[in-house]
Structures are given as structure tokens and as C-alpha cells.
Nanobody, 124 residues
Framework: QLQLVESGGGLVQPGGSLRLSCTAS????????IGWFRQAPGKEREGVSC????????NYAEAVKGRFTISRNNANNMVWLQMNSLKPEDTAVYYC?????????????????WGQGTQVTVSS
């Protein structure tokens, strides 16, 4: 059974940082591109960042460029999203997702498996 589990969400003040983690079970994470997505109340889910299976190709949404960093360690089946200089508009449920190819995740928004999500709230 393919499964992704996110962790690391929470409440943080504007300007603060959080590090989200995504871990996989039931499949070899190193064979999949991994993406982070978020959905705020009343809004559609949007792509935040995506990293190819090798880690060579990385994409970021314009809204998070320069503030967020995606990374992975295939040996440990882990992907992280380091979020710095957080803003209230970053408040959302954050999901990680896996697909064989980055194109499917980043362009087509298609995934083989989705995590259950972790809440990130940026507020003073």
C-alpha cells in the first residue's frame, strides 16, 4: 500500500520558519518525483514546489521562490520543505504527493499517491 505522511506543521508568527517532512511507505521514494501542494480555506489546491526523483530538477511557485526550499534524501525515503519568512498568506493545509514524473505532478497535477496533509498557520 503506497502511503505518504506529512509532519512538521503548526502555528508560527509572520517572518518565522517551519520545516515540513514527507515520508513514504510501501514504495521506493527515490523512483518518484515528489511535490508539495497547499490548499487554503475557500481556495483551490495549488502547487508549491516539486523535486524530480534524482533531485536535479526543482520547481517553485512564484509566491514562494526565495523563501521555500525543497530537498530530498532517497536513502531515507524523506522529502522536506523548508519554509522561511512565512507570511499569513502561506496559511493552508500542505500536502505532499508522488508521481513517476515531475511533469505529471507539476503540470498535470496528477499523483499516484497523496498524503493526508499538515496544517500550517501563520499568524501573530
Amino acid at each position: 500500500q503506497l502511503q505518504l505522511v506529512e509532519s512538521g506543521g503548526g502555528l508560527v508568527q509572520p517572518g518565522g520558519s517551519l520545516r515540513l517532512s514527507c515520508t513514504a511507505s510501501g514504495f521506493t521514494m527515490g523512483e518518484y518525483a515528489i511535490g508539495w501542494f497547499r490548499q487554503a480555506p475557500g481556495k483551490e489546491r495549488e502547487g508549491v514546489s516539486c523535486i524530480s526523483s534524482s533531485g536535479v530538477n526543482i520547481n517553485y511557485a512564484e509566491a514562494v521562490k526565495g523563501r521555500f526550499t525543497i530537498s530530498r534524501n532517497n536513502a531515507n525515503n524523506m522529502v522536506w520543505l523548508q519554509m522561511n519568512s512565512l507570511k499569513p498568506e502561506d496559511t493552508a493545509v500542505y500536502y505532499c504527493a508522488a508521481a513517476r514524473h515531475s511533469w505529471d505532478l507539476w503540470v498535470r497535477r496528477k499523483a499516484d499517491v497523496w498524503g493526508q496533509g499538515t496544517q500550517v498557520t501563520v499568524s501573530s
